[in-house]
T-cell receptor, first 115, second 114 residues
Framework: EAGVTQFPSHSVIEKGQTVTLRCDPI?????LYWYRRVMGKEIKFLLH????????ESGMPNNRFLAERTGGTYSTLKVQPAELEDSGVYFC?????????????FGEGSWLTVV | AQSVTQLGSHVSVSEGALVLLRCNYS??????LFWYVQYPNQGLQLLLK??????LVKGINGFEAEFKKSETSFHLTKPSAHMSDAAEYFC????????????FGSGTRLSIRP
C-alpha cells in the first residue's frame, strides 16, 4: 500500500514567486493534515481537512497560504507570493480512524527554499 | 488544550549507553501520545504510540516509552544507543480517539558519540 506522497520533494523559488505543493494521502483516508517546520524550529500545524472540508485551519499563518482539497482526494498548498520566512519543510499527513486506528501517517515532506 | 514539552533540545550519549529523551504533556482529555523520528533529510517516521491499555509501549529499533499519568510524562528510552539512532525525535499529543490534529514538541536532537 502506498504511503502519503508529496510533490515536489524539493523546490527553490525566488521571493515573490508562487509555489504549489501537492499531497496524495493514503487511499481511503478522509483526514488530511498540513504541517510545516520552518528554520529548524518546531513542527507546526497548519490545517486539517475532513474529506473536502476544512475542519481546522487555525494554523494557517496568513492569506498568502491557500489550501484546497477538491473532491476529497489529493490536496494542494499554494504559497503566493512566497517570502523568505516561508522556507522550510512542509509535511502532509493522513489518517482514517476506522482503518488506521487514529495513527497519523506522514509523508516525506516538501522542502521549500525561498531565495 | 494540548501541549508538549521536551526537555533538552540536544542530547548526546555514547554508543552503547542508555538513551533517555524526556517528554511531558498537558491535555484536557485522555491523550494519545506519540514519538516520531526524523533522520537527516528524511520525513517523519512513527516510532511508537500510546492510545489505551498497557502503559509501556514498545516501538521500532528497540525504543520504548512509558505513559505515566500521575507524572504527565511519556519519556522515550533505549537501553543501548547505536550510531544509527542519531536523529531528531519529536514527542506529540492528540485528543484521544478523535481525528483532531497532533501537537508536536519542539524536538530533541540526539547525537551518538563513538
Amino acid at each position: 500500500e502506498a504511503g502519503v506522497t508529496q510533490f515536489p520533494s524539493h523546490s527553490v523559488i525566488e521571493k515573490g514567486q508562487t509555489v504549489t505543493l501537492r499531497c496524495d494521502p493514503i487511499s481511503g483516508h478522509d483526514n488530511l493534515y498540513w504541517y510545516r517546520r520552518v528554520m529548524g524550529k518546531e513542527i507546526k500545524f497548519l490545517l486539517h481537512f475532513v474529506k473536502e472540508s476544512k475542519q481546522d485551519e487555525s494554523g494557517m499563518p496568513n492569506n498568502r497560504f491557500l489550501a484546497e482539497r477538491t473532491g476529497g482526494t489529493y490536496s494542494t498548498l499554494k504559497v503566493q507570493p512566497a517570502e523568505l520566512e516561508d522556507s522550510g519543510v512542509y509535511f502532509c499527513a493522513s489518517s482514517q480512524v476506522q482503518i488506521s486506528g487514529n495513527t497519523i501517517y506522514f509523508g516525506e515532506g516538501s522542502w521549500l527554499t525561498v531565495v | 488544550a494540548q501541549s508538549v514539552t521536551q526537555l533538552g533540545s540536544h542530547v548526546s550519549v555514547s554508543e552503547g549507553a542508555l538513551v533517555l529523551l524526556r517528554c511531558n504533556y498537558s491535555s484536557s482529555v485522555p491523550p494519545y501520545l506519540f514519538w516520531y523520528v526524523q533522520y537527516p533529510n528524511q520525513g517523519l517516521q512513527l516510532l511508537l504510540k500510546y492510545t489505551t491499555g498497557a502503559t509501556l509501549v514498545k516501538g521500532i529499533n528497540g525504543f520504548e516509552a512509558e505513559f505515566k499519568k500521575s507524572e504527565t510524562s511519556f519519556h522515550l528510552t533505549k537501553p543501548s544507543a547505536h550510531m544509527s539512532d542519531a536523529a531528531e525525535y519529536f514527542c506529540a499529543v492528540k485528543k484521544g480517539s478523535s481525528a483532531s490534529k497532533i501537537i508536536f514538541g519542539s524536538g530533541t536532537r540526539l547525537s551518538i558519540r563513538p
